[in-house]
Every structure is written in C-alpha cells, then in structure tokens.
C-alpha cells in the first residue's frame, strides 16, 4: 500500500509504480557523468584508445570505463565509444584520432544524449581511475607510431560528489607537459592528465 501526504492511499503494485515514477523522470533527476579526451603532442596524432576495467585486468575494450580506484574488481562505469576526428595531415587511419584542443575534445558516449550517462548517486564521493593504452603516430606520413601502455589517472575523491540534479564533465588531455591532475607525484611525468572538471546544476552555468 502506498499512503500520500494526504491520507489517500493506493494499491502497491508495479503498474503504479511506473505511472507514478516513469523511467524518464528518473533518469532527469540522477546524475550525468560524461569524459572526454584531447591530445597536444607536437607531430602526432592520438588514437585507437583502449580502456580497463579495474587495475589488474590484462584485456581492455573500446569503451571508455571508469572504475573504483581502491577495489580490484568494483564498481565499473561504461560511458560509451569514444567519437574521433579526422586525420590532421598524413596519418594512415582516417578518422581515428582525438581532438586536439579541449574546446574540441572527443567526447566519449551518445550526441543524442549529449554524450552523458546517467549514474546513481555518489553524495560520499569515491576516487575514479581511468586506465588506457592508447597509439600516437606521426603527422608527417612516416608511418612511426608508438603504443603506450597501461596509462592511468585519477578523478579525486573530492571532485565525484555526484548530487541528483546535477552533470559532470571530466575532461583528459595527453600532452608532453604534465602540468595537470594525475593522482599521482607532482614530481614524475606521466602521460594522460585530468585537466578540466565541469558541472552544471539543472542547465545552469558550468564551473570549471
């Protein structure tokens, strides 16, 4: 039996449930969480990015995830395929790399969705890592290309507060100057940064 504030009461039953709560209206009030990723690394291109699901795993896959930092096999979210650009000059591949600008980074996920997936509530706030293998190849038709392998970075705590009626945007750069967030000693170089947090609050303005 469901009892309203006043006093009526109605049959508990999964019909009324969904009359009352239609999925949509759910999906309105959770959060939204989307990624995206651009590269500034002079005479190459990045793409054919691969992602892990936890820490060990030995096999990635073409969808962007992201997993609980401290748990080996945690909570995993899958926020889609990645949407590439087009070549820059003499690549090989076509339109398999990312964005070069974070004006224009490749988005992971649906446009029709504005590239966001809804998520439950994370109010506590929980370290996320993404972890990668990702190829860079020369723009200048020589064919090079260097894999790198086994990339990671963190999402703090601090920034995954996730709140009903909100949307967050997390924003990578791979670039040969690692001035931003990685998770990791200020001191070493690492090569995939979290450089841009983003959240409106029910299509309010966004703060970086």
């Known amino acids: 039996m469901i009892r309203f504030n006043d006093g009526s009461e109605k049959a508990f039953d999964i019909e009324s449930i969904r009359e009352m709560y239609p999925r949509e209206k759910i999906a309105e009030t959770n959060p939204k969480v989307r990624i995206a990723i651009y590269e500034t690394i002079p005479g190459y291109s990045?793409?054919?990015?691969?992602?892990?699901?936890?820490?060990?795993?030995?096999?990635?896959?073409?969808n962007a995830t992201i997993y609980v930092t401290d748990s080996e096999a945690g909570t995993v979210i899958d926020l889609g395929i990645i949407n590439y650009t087009t070549a820059e000059l003499h690549e090989r591949y076509g339109s398999n790399f990312l964005g070069r600008a974070s004006s224009a980074a490749s988005f992971a996920g649906n446009a029709a969705d504005n590239y966001y997936t809804v998520c439950l509530p994370n109010e506590n706030g929980t370290a996320f890592t993404l972890r990668a293998d990702y190829t860079l190849e020369a723009i200048d038709g020589s064919g090079e290309t260097i894999n790198v392998?086994?990339?990671?970075?963190?999402i703090p705590a601090e920034l995954t507060y996730w709140k009903p009626g909100y949307a967050y945007?997390?924003?990578?750069?791979?670039?040969?100057?690692?001035?931003?967030?990685?998770?990791?000693?200020p001191a070493e170089l690492y090569p995939i940064a979290l450089d841009i947090f983003?959240?409106?609050?029910l299509g309010g303005q966004a703060t970086r």
Do not use: L, P
Not at 149 to 154: E, G, M, N, R
Not at 178 to 185: A, E, L, M, V
């Open 46 to 62: 990045v793409g054919s990015i691969k992602f892990y699901t936890d820490a060990t795993a030995s096999i990635s896959g073409i």
């Open 149 to 154: 392998t086994d990339a990671s970075v963190q």
């Open 169 to 185: 945007t997390y924003i990578f750069k791979i670039c040969d100057n690692y001035d931003s967030w990685t998770g990791k000693s």
């Open 198 to 201: 983003e959240f409106d609050s």
